[in-house]
């Protein structure tokens, strides 16, 4: 079983910056990706940006330019660092491990406020 843990979320004023981090936990396989997600209210949950233990990464057109995502593999985690932020970025953020094939693992999500 595996386990995410984020952190960092909370109320930004539009132009800010958040980092938010996850940590993985339990049987982590050494090949997986890691990325971060978000759902907005009335709107399904869209990828913002995943990584890969190779580091190759991707990320949502919307978020391209303001935000960066890294991880440690060594310690099984993954950071999202975000500027610039706008209003339209307020959402709950989702942790998401990719592992084994379609093995797919999700934090409880953090809350992002971005106010205007």
């Known amino acids: 079983q595996v386990q995410l843990v984020e952190s960092g979320g909370g109320l930004v004023p539009a132009g800010g910056s958040l980092r938010l981090s996850c940590a993985a936990s339990?049987?982590?396989?050494?090949?997986?990706?890691m990325g971060w997600y978000r759902q907005a209210p009335g709107k399904q949950r869209e990828l913002v940006a995943a990584?890969?233990?190779?580091?190759?990464?991707r990320y949502a057109d919307s978020v391209k330019g303001r935000c960066t995502i890294s991880r440690d593999n060594a310690k099984n985690t993954v950071d999202l660092q975000m500027n610039s932020l706008k209003p339209e970025d307020t959402a709950v953020y989702y942790c998401?491990?990719?592992?084994?094939?379609?093995?797919?693992?999700w934090g409880q999500g953090t809350q992002v406020t971005v106010s205007s």
């Open positions: 990584i890969t233990n190779g580091i190759f990464t």
């Open positions: 998401n491990l990719i592992q084994g094939g379609a093995n797919t693992y």
């Open positions: 339990g049987t982590i396989f050494s090949i997986n990706r």
